[in-house]
């Protein structure tokens, strides 16, 4: 039973009873013969076959993903409905439902349509909810990030939508942890009412806002040069929690703690000061695992 797991939890097809079917790749072949190595251990008889490439082909339809791409779809409109009453739970469900879309795709050996139009539709809802939690979001830009000289942006007067939310958060500490120091924040009611000598940050039309893709904080960090493999961690967790994709394990814990700071702290520059602690002890943890 804990074999016949193992080979369903891989993505395995079934010919017939008994006979189990992957693409031939190393990994898979590594896997089979591990599996074939515990069954002889058994006093059991298990053999591990190739097929010619040239005939693999007809068995691409028993790796068929399309039925629980579905699943996930019709799933969807009930989590639109729930964040009527229950934004925070909704978007809950929704990391949920992106984990296991997830983990479709890791088995999905021969994708096709099906993957890319729930892609697109888990990304609709996303960027549907994120603006809902944090209004005047901004769009996606297209443009060149240029290299920029940190000296010259010292002691300034940086600018963001108030009641910030992760984006916001996370480079708002990485502009006083990396960039500037002396960094002073404005918290704007509407991105209209930014200082003439602000630097602005997230929002349409700012200096530094989503781009090619890339969330504030990811841009922030190019902009920069700020090339650290643990900064590159947390600008993928950022972007997943901003943005949605590929879910880091540490998204949930923080989404969670990063929502009771926001929920229970009413005065930005204190919710600033009290996030930084939280950012500062992440890198601290990302750092350590790196030398470890």
């Known amino acids: 039973m804990r074999l016949w797991r193992s080979l369903k939890s891989a993505g395995t097809a079934v010919l017939r009873d008994g006979v189990y079917l992957l693409p031939q790749r190393p990994e898979h072949q590594q896997l089979f013969d591990g599996f074939a190595q515990e069954v002889e251990a058994s006093k059991g008889s298990a053999y591990v076959l190739f097929v010619d ?18 699943k996930l779809l019709q799933e969807l ?32 050996f021969f994708p096709g349509e099906a993957q890319v139009q729930t892609q697109q539709a888990l990304q609709r809802l996303e960027r549907k909810l994120n603006r809902q939690l944090s209004p005047n979001e901004p769009h996606e830009h297209a443009g060149e990030i240029p290299r920029l000289d940190v000296d010259l942006y010292r002691g300034r007067l940086w600018a963001t939508r108030s009641r910030p939310w992760v984006d916001r958060l996370a480079s708002a500490w990485l502009i006083s942890r990396f960039i500037d120091p002396e960094a002073r924040f404005v918290w ?17 039309g700012a200096s530094f806002t989503h781009l090619n893709g890339k969330v504030t904080f990811e841009v922030l ?10 900064l590159a961690r947390m600008g993928a967790l950022v972007h997943f929690l901003d943005a ?22 009413h005065d930005d520059d204190q919710l600033i000061i009290t996030t930084n602690g939280v950012f500062d002890a992440l890198l601290a943890a990302f750092t350590d695992k790196e030398t470890v």
Request: charged fraction near 25%; charge should be negative; proline fraction near 4%.
């Open 53 to 70: 490439s040239e005939d693999a082909s007809q068995f691409s339809d028993l790796f068929d993903r399309r039925d629980e791409y579905a």
């Open 77 to 108: 409109p009930q989590i639109q409905e729930l964040a009527v009453n229950s934004l925070q739970e909704a978007i809950r469900q929704l990391r949920k439902l992106r984990k296991n879309f997830t983990a479709i795709t890791v088995t999905d």
């Open 188 to 204: 704007l009611q509407a991105p209209q009412d930014c200082p003439d000598d602000a630097l602005g940050f997230d929002f349409d």
């Open 221 to 230: 960090l190019e902009s920069f040069g700020l090339e650290h493999s643990s």
């Open 244 to 265: 949605g994709g590929i879910q880091p394990s540490e998204a949930s814990g923080l989404e969670q703690i990063l929502w009771g700071l926001r929920n229970s702290i």
